[in-house]
């Protein structure tokens, strides 16, 4: 075998696991159809337990140094009330960074290769290899591809290929991997990068047809978010419709009119929700390529460094004889994950909560739960914990819990 282990996607879930693999003295090869530094569709704050795991690999003081400003309090307007709050540290990280991914996947990638592993940048794959060179079935051995512009395809073997490929994975694809929870895109997502917007920590405003977020970015720049219903695409991928749309809720109005919008526009409605079968004979999957959700919640690139730290934890523990490692990732995953998976589909399909009325009027005069409740969406509180019924009659009271329910049956009645 070429390799112990290829992976193919270098970005966030892909450079994250080859940098580990090669850490633990893996021969490893990353390839990537792009070259570092490039963007990519995505805003990029990255939730609290991702920034814990690059402080633990020693990579988020490094982007610190390089000009990513940190995120320590959130103004989370909810319409009926504004719920203000600090984030609570975890891990030695009390804060949320959003750095450009031209800063983030290039340092990534450039921390892979000196702990040792081969990034080949601008190469292609096009199948899977299989158990006597065919690219049948049987088990995984290796990839085929050609770098961008060569007529000739390579075949390179390992003992185990990770697709880190993203949400429309070519591994996933050609191992069949099984899709369970899928859903269609319910948003459009729209972004911007404005100049003179500042910002005290993070910004977000949920309206019953769109949630606007504001963070800072590198640059001085304040990266302007904006997810839709997708069937209001169309109004919004303009920056004459999006600046309207970001300007309704708060004070945004004079704030976004006196700002200005640099770079250009980026939209897409490219937002499916799916869940896949992680590993196989000779193949696993990391970060979007096994777990892809609305970016409505910000979960995607965290997510992806999860994974990266437990699948690299899981190979190296087969390759010592587990066989039960990559069962114990995938159950693992999935626990961690669908509730907010399931969290993220209800913000993103903007159906209207009466709930709401009741709850967060309440939560607003209670500090500590308003902490737990950002410490939900940033990814240090359980969803199942927060929601639960005893904590939310610790919040609205017995009497509130039952105005609650009969205010979402009464909704449910006439819907
Ligand atoms: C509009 C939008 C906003 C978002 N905002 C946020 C946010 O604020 N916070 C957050 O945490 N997440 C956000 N996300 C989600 C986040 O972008 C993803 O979850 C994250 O990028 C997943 O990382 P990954 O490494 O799994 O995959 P990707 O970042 O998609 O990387 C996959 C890589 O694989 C490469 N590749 C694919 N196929 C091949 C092939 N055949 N051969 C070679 N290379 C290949 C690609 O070139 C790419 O570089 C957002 C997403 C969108 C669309």
Redesign the pocket.
């Known amino acids: 075998m070429d390799f112990d282990v290829i992976v193919?996607?270098?970005?966030?879930?892909?450079a994250a696991t080859a940098m580990l693999l090669a850490r633990a003295g893996l021969r490893v090869l990353a390839?990537?159809?792009?070259r570092f530094p490039s963007d990519?569709?995505?805003?990029?704050?990255?939730?609290i337990p991702?920034g814990a795991l690059l402080r633990r690999w020693g990579i988020l003081d490094k982007l610190i140094e390089r000009g990513t400003p940190a995120a320590r309090s959130v103004h989370f307007d909810a319409g009926p009330a504004v719920l203000r709050g600090d984030y609570a540290a975890h891990d030695g990280v009390d804060a949320v960074y959003?750095p450009r991914r031209t800063v983030l996947d290039a340092l990534l990638v450039a921390e892979a290769r000196a702990a040792g592993a081969i990034v080949e940048e601008g190469?292609?794959?096009?199948d899977l290899i299989r158990d006597g060179g065919h690219t049948g079935g049987g088990r995984v051995t290796g990839i085929r591809?050609k770098r961008k512009g060569a007529t000739v395809a390579r075949t390179i073997t390992a003992h185990l290929v990770v697709g880190?490929?993203?949400?429309?994975?070519?591994v996933a694809k050609a191992v069949r991997a099984r899709t369970y929870r899928a859903r269609p895109p319910l948003t459009a997502?729209c972004?911007g990068y404005f100049a003179d917007l500042p910002l005290k920590g993070g910004e977000v405003y949920t309206r019953p047809d769109r949630m606007v977020g504001l963070w800072p970015t590198g640059d001085d720049l304040t990266i302007v978010?904006l997810g839709v219903p997708v069937s209001r695409f169309s109004d919004v991928r303009r920056p004459e419709g999006f600046r309207a749309a970001v300007s309704e809720p708060g004070d945004l109005r004079d704030r976004i009119a006196a700002a200005t919008l640099v770079e250009h526009l980026?939209a897409?409605t490219?937002?499916p929700g799916l869940i896949r079968h992680p590993y196989g004979p000779g193949w696993a999957l990391?970060?979007?390529?096994g777990l892809?959700m609305d970016?409505i919640t910000?979960?995607?690139?965290?997510?992806?460094l999860r994974d990266a730290d437990a699948l690299a934890a899981a190979i190296v523990a087969t390759f010592d004889g587990d066989r039960k490692a990559f069962r114990a990732y995938h159950r693992a995953r999935d626990a961690a994950r669908r509730p907010i998976y399931d969290l993220t589909a209800r913000f993103a399909a903007f159906r209207p909560d009466p709930a709401g009325e009741i709850l967060f009027p309440a939560l607003a005069e209670d500090p500590a739960q308003v902490a737990r409740f950002l410490g939900v969406l940033a990814g240090t509180v359980a969803v199942r914990d927060f929601f639960s019924p005893a904590n939310l009659r610790s919040v609205v009271g017995a009497r509130g819990l039952l105005r609650m329910a009969a205010a979402r049956a009464a909704a449910r009645l006439f819907r």
């Open positions: 193919v996607g270098a970005r966030p879930a892909g390839v990537d159809r792009a990519t569709l995505s805003t990029h704050q990255i939730q991702g959003s190469f292609v794959v096009e591809g880190a490929d993203g949400k429309h994975s070519t997502a972004y978010y980026r897409t490219d937002v990391a970060g979007d390529a892809v970016p910000g979960q995607g690139i965290g997510n992806a």
